[in-house]
């Protein structure tokens, strides 16, 4: 709980972010070590923000600053205690602290011992830590940043370079935390965390922290899990409130990498499917690598959000113009649409033989060069269909063609709302004084084109996302209805199956349950041609046993029947065949963390090979169905393709939220659910095959 002092809200994790007075348990004289680097990183600066006191029994003074044998004899309860101590000492230094009276600590070591009896230390010392109510920043972590505070707890002094600014930085990986805050000469951050094991405190409380600053712009996230997914997602909810872009990337997407993180920080990663619908959801900005974090990071940095339209791109090379070109159509990154006006400006402007189009190379003679770039992306960004401007050059430091175009990008900026970006063709280009000085002139530098336009596109992405129209309720009555069937524990059959879709409004086929010849021909007379599957009970994919019998007629089906009965056994189930269409697949499990997921993607046999679907969180209502069903790789086929008919969109997308419904009022007694196929024609849709699967 956030804590009301003088009349203002200390928030919860203030002892340890933001301490009045700091104890570095195991400080020490000897070059190289934590407990020397921990003393250099906390004194940096022109005067820390907090009282720092020194604990080593071995020193009477380091560094020239007296040292106590023990917290004990410090004169003043201190807020936080940075232990740079071994495993074996780390229960005991921590018990000594909580007596002391700390508020906070931070662990760098990794808690783990060798042959450690059960409960293992980092059990331990977790336990001890949250019935004392002290936050801990570990362990097995670098440390944090507070730049805002001007406070630095890392046992690795960082460079002094580093400035304050409005990115936020919370990771679970400390050579993540290195890499960007050691390396990267453009960040200004106002926190960086090396969350680690997140032994009491984890990521929802840190970006709860980084939600309640004015500085912050943007918030990147490097994550192997999520500890608290309540406080999670309402730090993701509160994020998007206050328009903060969360840039997040989740590894352990893959198997052996989810293996992977256990041993590293007992992390378990997570179905990633989850993640994928979560991000979605609250509309974060996910990456895939570090490239594009940083590069996020760095634009978001910028503050200012995308205008309607696509980019505008200005070139001294017709080659990477060509490139980017290649790389935008890769990406679905579109080019603004420039009008009339915009092409004769530039006509204008430019040197013969030079194309006044977008993207646009407008290096020519080099004949008054400056003037020619600064008007031709002037107009490029004052086009009404430009939602930004990037220039695609190479920097250099102290080049005079590097200097131009810099004094050209910040006289663009000043003149527009629009975001004015520079990004090199080649990512590793690095010219540190120039993408400093741009970057805090607020010019964002992105360091390779191709990182850029993913960027842009899932900024586009984001800015397209809109507000999200309120999910439709449930219908009264029926979670009641189901609840006594479900919590039997027992799979439902093809028919409860479908009858439970229909009661949520999912188009489904009538059907039969026979299990005589004389029921089936009766069956047979009132739907026509008929699909006949085994009913038994036991046999979930009944396609895999052989038994699903189509497009059978009075005279076909005793003979399709007979082999059903004599195989399978004599119950099955019958319905007309569905007309041609689209076979898609609705689906729904249950992840420990995040509770329901909806699937959508390709259906029929081709579900498993394509792996075309997309998740989502229920419930949703038909705009947001239309969305995801809009992102599958099949969606061009439903509308229509080689002489056949476009399905009837409004009455899937329907379907599809109607579904989501079902998935959030039953999805606490359900684990999983598959709709498949499911027929998308002209006519509408319609479930053939369904199989739901109640919590155990």
Not at 112 to 118: F, I, K, Q, V
Not at 270 to 298: K, P, S
Not at 315 to 340: N, T, W, Y
Not at 399 to 419: F, N, V, W
Request: hydrophobic residues 45%; negative net charge; contains cysteine.
């Amino acid at each position: 709980m956030n804590r009301i002092l003088g009349g203002k809200t200390e928030h919860r994790l203030a002892p340890l972010l933001t301490p009045k007075s700091v104890a570095l348990i195991g400080a020490s004289p000897k070059p190289g070590t934590v407990g020397r680097g921990m003393i250099a990183s906390a004194m940096m600066g022109e005067k820390p923000p907090a009282r720092i006191h020194l604990i080593n029994p071995n020193y009477p003074e380091i560094a020239g600053q007296r040292a106590y044998a023990s917290l004990a004899e410090v004169p003043e309860t201190v807020d936080m205690a940075v232990l740079g101590v071994a495993n074996a000492r780390l229960e005991a230094a921590l018990a000594d602290a909580i007596k002391h009276g700390v508020k906070a600590a931070t662990i760098f070591a990794s808690g783990y011992l060798e042959n450690d009896a059960e409960p293992k230390l980092t059990a331990r010392l977790s336990a001890m830590a949250k019935e004392a109510g002290v936050a801990i920043c570990g362990g097995n972590c670098m440390g944090f940043y507070n730049l805002e505070y001007g406070l630095r707890v890392c046992g690795f002094p960082p460079p002094d370079w580093m400035r304050a600014g409005g990115i936020s930085f919370i990771t679970h990986s400390g050579s993540a935390f290195s890499a960007l805050c050691h390396n990267d000469k453009r960040l200004g951050i106002n926190l960086a965390v090396s969350a680690g094991q997140e032994l009491a405190t984890n990521v929802a409380d840190y970006l709860d922290y980084v939600l309640s600053l004015d500085s912050t712009r943007v918030v990147g996230l490097f994550l192997e899990t999520v500890r608290d997914p309540e406080g999670f997602m309402a730090g993701l909810e509160k994020a998007q409130a206050k328009n903060i872009p969360i840039v997040a990337l989740k590894v352990g997407r893959t198997a052996e990498s989810a293996a992977l993180a256990v041993s590293h920080s007992g992390a378990v990663a997570g179905n990633h499917a989850a993640y994928e619908a979560l991000f979605d959801h609250y509309n974060v900005v996910a990456v895939d690598n570090m490239d594009d974090l940083t590069n996020a990071l760095h634009f978001y940095a910028g503050g200012r959000d995308l205008a309607a339209g696509g980019i505008a791109t200005m070139h001294d090379s017709g080659g990477f113009r060509e490139l980017a070109m290649d790389l935008a159509v890769e990406r679905k990154v579109p080019f603004a649409q420039i009008g009339a006006d915009t092409t004769a400006k530039l006509a204008a402007r430019l040197d013969y033989g030079l194309e006044p189009i977008n993207p646009l190379d407008a290096w020519g003679t080099g004949n008054d060069w400056e003037g020619i770039f600064h008007d031709c992306m002037k107009a490029l960004i004052e086009d009404p269909d430009t939602a930004l401007g990037a220039l695609c050059v190479e920097t250099r430091d102290g080049y005079s063609l590097t200097e131009g175009y810099c004094e050209m990008l910040r006289q663009i900026r000043e003149a527009t709302d629009k975001p004015v970006i520079l990004a090199t063709n080649v990512a590793s280009n690095s010219s540190d004084d120039v993408a400093v000085r741009l970057a805090q002139d607020g010019v964002p530098v992105l360091s390779g084109v191709a990182s850029m336009l993913t960027v842009v596109r899932k900024a586009m992405d984001r800015r397209d996302r809109g507000t999200v129209a309120a999910a439709p309720a449930a219908p009264q009555g029926l979670r009641d209805k189901w609840r006594a069937r479900l919590e039997q524990g027992t799979t439902l059959d093809e028919a409860a199956s479908l009858a439970l879709l229909g009661d949520y409004g999912v188009p489904v086929l009538p059907h039969r349950i026979v299990d005589s010849e004389a029921d089936l021909l009766e069956a047979v007379k009132a739907f026509g041609t008929v699909a006949v599957k085994t009913a038994m009970p036991g046999i979930l994919h009944k396609s895999d046993v052989g038994g699903v019998k189509l497009n059978l007629t009075v005279d076909s089906v005793i003979s399709a029947y007979a082999d059903l009965k004599q195989r399978l056994g004599p119950r099955v189930i019958v319905m007309p065949m569905a007309g041609k269409g689209v076979e898609l697949s609705f689906g729904m499990t249950r992840d420990e963390q995040f509770g329901p997921i909806v699937m959508v993607g390709a259906g029929g046999v081709l579900i498993e090979m394509l792996k075309d679907r997309r998740f989502a969180l229920p419930a949703f209502g038909p705009a947001e169905a239309r969305r995801h069903l809009d992102a599958l790789a099949l969606r061009p086929l439903l509308d229509g393709k080689r002489g056949a008919p476009p399905a009837d969109l409004h009455s899937l997308a329907q379907a599809l939220a109607r579904f989501s419904v079902l998935a959030g009022d039953l999805g606490d007694l359900i684990a999983e659910m598959d709709v498949n196929p499911l027929i998308a024609g002209p006519q509408g849709c319609v479930a053939l095959d369904a199989l739901i699967i109640p919590r155990s």
